[in-house]
């Protein structure tokens, strides 16, 4: 069972940058992409970045231009830059990986645990 370990998350002060980091921790076959989502008390989870293993990407536009989501296929890790934070990015952000365990196996979507951002002065 493959689990994903996330990292990076804090407390920054508006105008202020963070790094989220996210790896497997289980041996994978072939990643078909990856992403990013964050949740609100209240609200449902919404997509804040995904990349595909062409390295296609799609942002909400509420972060286009301030967030930048990238990979390392080597170590098969998924990076989400956050720059000129704002109070309202402040949510719990969540990994997600579709993929392939092993040859002849159906491709699955993988969730972290969620790490905290809060975005305050």
């Known amino acids: 069972q493959v689990q994903l370990v996330e990292s990076g998350g804090g407390l920054v002060q508006p105008g202020g940058s963070l790094r989220l980091s996210c790896a497997p921790s289980g041996s994978i076959f072939r990643i078909n992409i990856m992403g990013w989502y964050r949740q609100t008390p209240g609200k449902e989870r919404e997509l804040v970045a995904v990349?595909?293993?062409?390295?296609?990407?799609n942002y909400a536009d509420s972060v286009k231009g301030r967030f930048t989501i990238s990979r390392d296929s080597a170590k098969n890790t998924v990076y989400l830059q956050m720059d000129s934070l704002k109070p309202e990015d402040t949510a719990v952000y969540y990994c997600n990986v579709n993929a392939r365990l092993s040859v002849g196996v159906r491709a699955q979507t993988y969730w972290g645990q969620g790490t905290q951002v809060t975005v305050s002065s």
């Open positions: 990349i595909t293993n062409l390295d296609s990407t």
